[in-house]
């Protein structure tokens, strides 16, 4: 390995005082600190080849990704339809973990193990990217003993692995990686990889601080790392912006002047990452844990845990300005614990996924994070859902977690939840609906609506709410309404709206 510059010095020592703690509404605007980094502080590695990963010779037996006996954790998964591909910890043993991927093209009816990464030691926290159509990058935590950070890349059937030993130069304990990837450059250049590390580089001693990972622009197989100096962090998540070339990581870092857990926003260009970059804290007087990002068209949004409210609830932190200036949402707060979110973009809207009390649960957004749907569940045994930092992933479509069904530890994937409904009805002594769930998930709590126009004397407005409706179930409503002539009956219920017209005489309908 080959140390290529050691441009340091230095990022002043920013956090200025933090002005005011009392910020308590949900759209007032936040203005955060920004810290412009004028000075470098990178360093490049040459990549190493490591060993190529065991091939799977069951590839195409069904699994469900994963139901060994051994547990199996920390999900990630990436792809569109039909091609969807999973990676996840198997936990062979004491002392050996190992990262394996499976693959469906069905759509994720079916999932094959592909490959694993069987190296020594306790390889953890795997995280996938779409790089391009077929091309997928991916990297995971290498064992905490060495200071590696793992590039995957796999393309069809094929893949290589990379690392870059970073041990040498000072660092240790580097944590949960997330990649983002971006087909805009060179063919080598993946996009960016976040995670929080140690070191003692020589004059600098920095414990848990925030680092971004990517590839050099002109030299293939030179990865830079660049680090910001903010002790304390926990976490890391990274999304790029694929229409303005920006690179957007976040991290949860203990903020001394708030006495609290706050996030940090590192911005930095794809383009020229060595000459745009900026840093973002957005300040609250509460904790906020366990970021996950998404950023679009200069729109960014952080999903992350927040205990302004005693216990653990999901918020959205959301700026349309590229984080000039921030707004705050509730995507749930209940008396419960909603915790690890997750956020993709998913069509048009924003998809945010949690855990509460052992279920996994999905909120919209279609406003870029302003206001939050109805959470919808997920996952068709209730309880099922391991509780713990990484048990979800999702990509646009589909959504991978830990689940304890099967009395350990293993791997599920299901669609993003839909919820829609058909209608029909049927005359006769009164007015008989019919409502079909024909989306992807239980409806739970929904509440209907019929109103009648015309000359209609009784139950003109009817409603109520149908508890639970699972997909391809119907229910049906009966309501007798008096009137005299033509009708219009509009029938609502979630966002689906229908109208039936009709005759009406007395209780007799007739359509
Ligand atoms: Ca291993
Ligand atoms: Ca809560
Ligand atoms: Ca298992």
Not at 80 to 87: C, D, G, N, S
Not at 160 to 181: M, R, S
Not at 196 to 204: E, H, I, L, M, W
Not at 232 to 249: P, S, V
């Amino acid at each position: 390995m080959r140390k290529c510059l050691v441009a340091v010095m230095m990022l002043v020592l920013v956090m200025a005082t933090v002005s005011s703690m009392n910020i308590k509404s949900d759209n007032e605007v936040i203005i955060p600190i920004i810290h412009h980094i004028e000075e470098q502080h990178e360093i490049c590695a040459k990549g190493i080849k490591a060993t190529p990963p065991i091939t799977k010779s069951n590839f195409f037996n069904d699994v469900e990704i994963a139901t060994s006996p051994y547990d199996e954790v920390h999900p990630s998964v990436a792809g569109a339809p039909p091609f969807y591909i999973a990676a996840y910890t198997c936990a062979m043993a004491d002392n050996d973990k190992d990262i394996c991927v499976a693959v469906s093209m069905d759509n994720g009816s079916t999932f094959g193990n592909l490959i694993t990464f069987d190296y020594d030691g306790e390889q953890d926290y795997p995280s996938l990217d779409c790089w391009e159509e077929n091309i997928f990058y991916g990297t995971f935590r290498a064992d905490p003993s060495k200071a590696y950070v793992y590039l995957v890349k796999m393309s069809g059937l094929h893949s290589e692995v990379t690392y870059w030993n970073w041990g040498p130069l000072g660092w240790y304990d580097i944590k949960e990686p997330e990649i983002a990837c971006h087909n805009s450059k060179n063919p080598w250049e993946y996009g960016v990889i976040a995670f929080v590390a140690s070191t003692t580089y020589p004059g600098q001693r920095w414990d848990n601080i925030p680092h971004m990972m990517f590839a050099d622009p002109v030299e293939p197989n030179t990865a830079w790392i660049s680090w910001a100096y903010y002790s304390g962090a926990l976490h890391a998540t990274a999304d790029i912006d694929k229409t303005f070339n920006m690179m957007y990581c976040a991290y949860d870092w203990y903020n001394t002047n708030t006495g609290k857990y706050n996030i940090i926003v590192w911005k930095r260009s794809f383009t020229d990452p060595f000459t745009y970059e900026y840093i973002y804290l957005i300040p609250r007087y509460y904790n906020a844990i366990c970021p996950s990002i998404v950023a679009e068209g200069n729109k960014i949004a952080i999903v992350c845990q927040s205990d302004e409210n005693g216990n653990q609830d999901i918020i959205c932190l959301y700026s349309a300005n590229g984080g000039a200036t921030w707004k705050k949402s509730f995507v749930v707060y209940t008396q419960d614990n909603e915790m690890y979110p997750k956020i993709v973009m998913h069509n048009e809207k924003l998809a945010c996924f949690f855990v509460s009390n052992g279920n996994l649960y999905c909120s919209y957004s279609d406003d870029w994070g302003e206001t939050w749907g109805e959470p919808l569940i997920v996952n068709d045994v209730a309880g099922s859902v391991s509780m713990e930092y990484r048990t979800i992933d999702a990509c646009e479509n589909g959504i991978v977690w830990t689940d304890l069904r099967n009395g350990n530890k293993d791997i599920y994937f299901d669609v993003h939840p839909e919820i829609s409904f058909n209608i029909s009805a049927e005359g006769g002594f009164g007015l008989t609906i019919t409502i079909t769930n024909s989306g992807t998930t239980i409806a739970e709590d929904q509440q209907w609506n019929i109103s009648l126009s015309g000359l209609v004397f009784f139950n003109k407005e009817s409603g109520g709410v149908i508890d639970e409706l699972k997909p391809g179930e119907s229910t049906t409503i009966k309501i007798i309404p008096i009137g005299i002539g033509p009708f219009d009956a509009k029938i609502k219920i979630y966002e689906t709206e229908a109208t039936i017209s009709g005759f009406i005489i007395g209780p007799i309908v007739l359509l």
